[in-house]
C-alpha cells in the first residue's frame, strides 16, 4: 500500500457505500481523506468521526449534486450490480451516473474512479486474452449500462478534461467459488489497493482497466493498470483445488462456459417470461 503521512485529498465521495465494496472502502480510504462523504439509497449506519452521509437516489438529480458540494474525487460504486428490468437500469445506471458525471463537472472533480465490470466485454470468448482497447461486447443491458458510463467518462474527458478510471471489475467477493472466478476473482484487498492506486496516481486522463487478482488463469491483458503501480496480492490459484472439488466441469459449448461473460451471457432478456427465456 501507499505511504501516507498525511491525507491527501480533501473529499472523497464514494457512491453505493452501504454495499458489499462500498464497505470495503469505506474502511480503506479512511486515511486518504480528510473527509468521506458517504451516499446509498440504503442505510449508512452510525455517522463515523469523518464522514457525511447522504442516502439518496441516484436518480434524484438535485440529492447528487447536493452531495458534491467540495468533493474532490470521487468512486462511483452505486447502481444495480446485476441484470434488471430496463427502467431500473436505465434510473440507476445510466441517469444515475449522468448525474454524478455532470455534477462532478460543474463541481471541478479532479477524477471519477467508475466501477465497470467484465460484463462490458462479455460476449469475448474464454479462449481469447483481451486488452483494454477491444471494442465492448456487452453480454446484458446491465453490461449496456457499464458500456454506457464507460463511454460518458470519455466524453466528459475529451471535452470538459474530467479524468476517468473505469475499472472493470471480474468478480469481487471473498473468495472464488466457480471455475470462471478462477480467472475473473479480485481479492477485496487487491481491490482496494487498485482503487488505491487510481487515486494517488497523478494523471490518468481517462483510462480503462480489468480488476483482477494475480490468477494464473487470466482472460486479460492489463498492461496499461501497470501505470497505476497495480501490483496484486492475492489468487485464486490458492482456491483452485476447492472449488475444482465443488463444482463440475462445464460444457465447454455452454455460453456460461465459451464467454467471459459467463451466467449473464448465457441468460435471455430479464424482462422474458423466466420460463421462455
Ligand atoms: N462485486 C463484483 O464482483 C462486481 C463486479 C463488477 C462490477 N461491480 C460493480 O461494482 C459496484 C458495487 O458492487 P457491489 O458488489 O458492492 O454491489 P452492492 O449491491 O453490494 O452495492 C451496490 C449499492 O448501490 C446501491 N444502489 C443501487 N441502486 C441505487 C440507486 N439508484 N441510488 C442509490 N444507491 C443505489 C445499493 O443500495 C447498494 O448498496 C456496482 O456498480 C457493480 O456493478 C461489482
Not at 480489468?210 to 490468477?215: C, K, L, T
Amino acid at each position: 500500500m501507499t505511504d501516507i503521512s498525511k491525507p491527501p485529498f480533501k473529499n472523497i465521495l464514494i457512491t453505493g457505500a452501504a454495499g458489499a465494496l462500498g464497505s470495503v472502502l469505506r474502511e480503506s480510504l479512511r486515511p486518504y481523506a480528510e473527509q468521506l462523504t458517504l451516499s446509498d439509497r440504503a442505510p449508512l449506519g452510525e455517522v463515523r468521526a469523518n464522514e457525511r452521509h447522504f442516502v439518496c437516489d441516484l436518480a434524484d438529480r438535485n440529492a447528487v449534486f447536493d452531495m458534491m458540494k467540495g468533493v474532490d474525487m470521487v468512486i462511483h460504486l452505486g447502481g444495480a450490480p446485476r441484470e434488471n428490468t430496463f427502467q431500473v437500469i436505465l434510473d440507476s445506471n445510466i441517469a444515475g451516473s449522468y448525474h454524478i458525471y455532470e455534477a462532478a463537472r460543474q463541481e471541478s472533480v479532479k477524477r471519477v474512479i467508475y466501477a465497470s465490470s467484465v460484463h462490458a466485454i462479455g460476449f469475448y470468448e474464454c479462449t481469447q486474452t483481451i486488452d483494454a482497447n477491444v471494442p465492448q461486447r456487452p453480454d446484458s443491458l446491465y453490461g449496456v449500462s457499464k458500456t454506457f458510463v464507460e463511454n460518458l467518462s470519455r466524453y466528459y474527458f475529451d471535452k470538459f478534461g474530467l479524468e476517468s478510471m473505469c475499472v472493470r471489475i471480474g468478480s469481487c467477493f471473498p473468495k472464488p467459488v466457480d471455475r470462471r472466478m478462477l480467472a475473473t476473482w479480485l481479492s477485496y484487498d487487491d481491490f482496494s489497493h487498485l482503487c488505491i492506486q487510481a487515486l494517488m496516481t497523478p494523471s490518468v486522463g481517462h483510462m480503462i482497466v480489468y480488476g483482477n487478482s494475480n490468477n494464473s488463469a487470466n482472460f486479460w491483458d492489463n498492461t496499461q493498470a501497470g501505470y497505476l503501480g497495480y501490483h496484486p496480492k492475492d489468487s485464486a490459484d490458492a482456491y483452485r483445488a476447492e472449488v475444482y472439488a465443488n463444482t463440475p466441469i462445464g460444457d465447454p459449448r455452454h455460453p456460461a462456459v465459451r464467454f467471459q461473460g459467463g451466467q449473464f451471457a448465457a441468460d435471455g432478456h430479464f424482462e422474458d417470461d423466466p420460463n421462455n427465456r
